[in-house]
């Protein structure tokens, strides 16, 4: 037992949208570096408190320790990074050109109540990058957790409530997505939506947006991928193993962004899968909060019955190179051993397979241009490793895939906030990328202001310019 949650009923939704709607309009008039000061002292707060943070994400989450550790960090980096980046780009007016005698200038300002909906898999970095950049920018919230980790979710509200923000500018909202969707996803004050998770769920959030009356609004939408890593002979085989498992097994494969297809050339595969097999042995899996884990649980077991069902699938389809098994003291929990397997098409994969299931593809060199098209062509565009030692294949991956996040010779996931702005395009998200310099104009509607300087009579800035 972790902790105790109430969720919402569908009665309350209402009353805590006409409090979030009248929240908005004293938030929304708060000076903006007030907004971002209370973002810093958020910061702080999670700072003091990260050793409880990181303890419930290992509790609720399953992640192992230094995952947790490094995402909160990445949760006070979300802080610190929006509020420096609207304080720059939103916090003032931007002067605009025009004839002489009248002065332009652009604003921004919040748009209303923010829907943020955010996954299990990061439930304090991403629940708190989404929040945070609604709230900076002037909206109010209504924070949906995952249903799998709500205390996080709980436990970061209440930092940000310490911190300054009123409760009227954020409510937190623990429930099912279906009722919470077709209470919230219609109603007319709704401003804008922000969302990781499914692309399904996505499509289904954006089929109940158009089917809505009133304003059309934003949809910030991140969701999963196919993700390969390119691999050319010229790759060293050691690097490739280093960086491929950390890729596909870290955080038991429940990142987004990790790797689900390794892309091998034929020359080099032989070594690599060789290396691989061998490394893999040294992986270690076992309780998340014990520092000699590498490999914890799954979420749960539902997540951990579909990763079965998917090697059910390939155990009949293709050829199974590496496997670990699962220690006797962790049989009854949601526990899912690496593994690897050799497929022929990169068609075999429909969807994303969120765990620890790496596939492994073989290539010749002329099929390189192929396999590109072939990414492509799932539709899937987040992130992509390339390893090799020529500056022409690192060139042509580079300019000819179309996915949001290129990682060269090094391991796929960990993006930075301000250093690896993260998001993908086609079916993994909408942009823009989240932790870089665009995202938080979505949260925003601009205002331009006209005025004529001369009908006060005269241009007297043109007359003060006078010798």
């Given at each position: 037992m972790v902790g105790e949650i109430r969720e919402v009923a569908a009665a309350q939704i209402s009353a805590l949208i006409d409090e979030l709607q009248q929240g908005y309009e004293h938030w929304s008039m708060v000076p903006a570096n007030e907004r971002a000061d209370i973002l810093r002292r958020a910061a702080d707060l999670y700072q003091q408190h990260s050793p409880q943070l990181a303890a419930l994400i290992v509790a609720e989450g399953g992640r192992t320790l230094s995952d947790a550790l490094s995402e909160v960090r990445e949760a006070i980096d979300f802080a610190r990074y929006y509020a420096t980046q609207f304080e720059t780009m939103f916090g003032k007016e931007h002067p605009l050109p025009g004839p002489t005698g009248e002065e332009n200038k652009l604003r921004y300002h919040g748009r209303g109540m923010f829907l943020c909906i955010s996954p299990w898999n990061f439930p304090v970095a991403i629940f708190s990058g989404q929040v945070m950049a609604a709230l900076v920018t002037g909206n109010s919230v209504l924070a949906k957790p995952a249903r799998q980790t709500p205390l996080c979710a709980a436990y970061c509200v209440d930092l940000l409530h310490q911190a300054g923000v009123p409760k009227s500018a954020l409510r937190l909202v623990p429930g099912p997505g279906r009722m919470l969707g077709e209470s919230v996803l219609a109603h007319s004050a709704l401003a804008g939506v922000v969302f990781t998770g499914s692309t399904d769920t996505a499509r289904y959030i954006n089929r109940q947006l158009a089917a809505r009356d009133g304003a059309i609004v934003p949809f910030i939408a991140e969701t999963g991928g196919l993700n390969t890593m390119l691999v050319d002979s010229s790759a060293l085989p050691e690097q490739v193993v280093s960086d491929a498992m950390l890729s596909a097994f870290n955080s038991a494969g429940q990142r987004c962004s990790a790797l689900r297809v390794l892309m091998l050339q034929r020359e080099i595969a032989p070594r690599v899968i060789e290396l691989l097999k061998g490394a893999m042995q040294e992986l270690r899996l076992g309780l998340p909060n014990l520092l000699s884990t590498d490999v914890g649980p799954v979420i749960d077991?539902?997540?951990?019955?579909?990763?079965?069902?998917?090697?059910?699938?390939?155990?009949?389809?293709?050829?199974?190179?590496?496997?670990?098994?699962?220690?006797?003291?962790?049989?009854?929990?949601?526990?899912?051993?690496?593994?690897?397997?050799?497929?022929?098409?990169?068609?075999?994969?429909?969807?994303?397979?969120?765990?620890?299931?790496?596939?492994?593809?073989?290539?010749?060199?002329?099929?390189?241009p192929e396999l590109v098209r072939q990414i492509n062509a799932s539709g899937y565009g987040l992130t992509m490793g390339i390893h090799s030692r020529v500056d022409e294949n690192i060139r042509y991956i580079q300019n000819h895939a179309r996915v949001g996040n290129v990682y060269v010779n090094r391991n796929m996931i960990g993006a930075v906030v301000g250093v690896q702005p993260f998001g993908g395009e086609g079916l993994s998200g909408t942009g823009p990328k989240a932790g870089g310099p665009n995202y938080l104009f979505r949260f925003c509607s601009e205002q331009t202001l006209t005025n004529n300087t001369a009908a006060i009579g005269g241009n007297a800035q043109l007359l003060g310019g006078m010798d």
């Open positions: 077991a539902a997540a951990a019955a579909t990763l079965q069902a998917h090697v059910q699938r390939m155990e009949s389809e293709a050829e199974l190179i590496a496997r670990l098994s699962v220690p006797a003291e962790l049989a009854g929990g949601s526990y899912f051993p690496p593994q690897v397997y050799r497929i022929r098409q990169l068609s075999e994969l429909t969807e994303e397979t969120f765990g620890p299931v790496l596939h492994i593809l073989e290539y010749e060199a002329s099929e390189l």
